[in-house]
């Protein structure tokens, strides 16, 4: 089992920036798909990003896409979601998920993660 916390959430003006942490322990792997999903209030948790962990390869939803960038550090055992250009509707608890073994980015349902983070709350006011 795997154990994620999550940090870096926060309060933001839009048009600001913030960067989410993820850091990982527990189970060791080599392969495995680390993802951040964000949950509004209300709403149903929603796919942002997903990157592999042995070749960096990612994969954005749409509305994300050039703004946000996620990362990871092997040796720290970290990844992180860089967040630029942040408007209201970014508002939500942002969380992180594990589907240790995986090799694509092929997986971007809540259902297909395994592991996950107890979340950060990021707000964004216009």
């Known amino acids: 089992q795997v154990q994620l916390v999550e940090s870096g959430g926060g309060l933001v003006q839009a048009g600001g920036s913030l960067r989410l942490s993820c850091a990982a322990s527990g189970r060791t792997f080599t392969r495995a798909l680390m993802g951040w999903f964000r949950q509004a209030p209300g709403q149903e948790r929603q796919f942002v990003a997903s990157i592999t962990w042995s070749t960096g390869i990612t994969y954005y939803a749409d509305y994300v896409k050039g703004r946000f960038t996620l990362s990871r550090d092997i040796a720290k055992s970290a990844v992180y979601l860089q967040m630029n250009s942040l408007k209201p509707e970014d508002t939500a608890v942002y969380y992180c998920?594990?589907?240790?073994?995986?090799?694509?980015?092929?997986?971007?349902?809540?259902?297909?993660?395994?592991?996950w983070g107890q979340g950060t709350q990021v707000t964004v006011s216009s």
């Open positions: 998920a594990a589907r240790p073994g995986a090799w694509t980015t092929y997986y971007y349902k809540p259902v297909d993660f395994g592991s």
